[in-house]
């Protein structure tokens, strides 16, 4: 039994320094019809010549919590949010997803 809670507390703290360092919702940008909302971690934005990269992430509404559960095989995760690495192109005015996250903070508690 100590061992289970001393585990659920590192889990803890690890998704907690984990939420401090990618895709925290520092600036709101979008809401989109669902009620998902859309922020961008403006502390971690990396720029390079042309290119920029930056964590979004976005908080599910309950209607894009079922959409993702539906759509994408996720494993028994009930995904809270999702967390997306993003590289964008200022000259070729496109961008590339680097890295997508999904995050069932739910489980955590």
Excluded: A, H
Excluded at 52 to 68: A, F
Excluded at 77 to 87: A, G, Q, R, S
């Amino acid at each position: 039994m100590k061992i289970r809670i001393f585990v659920s507390l590192i889990v803890l703290l690890l998704i907690l320094s984990f939420q401090n360092v990618y895709g925290v919702e520092s600036e709101f940008y979008c809401e989109q019809l669902d009620g998902s909302k859309f922020y961008y971690d403006k502390n971690n934005i990396v720029y390079s010549s042309d290119k920029v990269r930056i964590w979004n992430s976005v908080v599910l509404s309950d209607i894009g919590k079922e959409y993702v559960k539906n759509n994408i095989e996720m494993n028994n995760v009930d995904p809270y949010k999702i967390l997306t690495y993003n590289e964008i192109d200022c000259k070729q005015m496109n961008f590339r997803v680097l890295s997508v996250i999904f995050v069932d903070i739910l489980k955590v508690f």
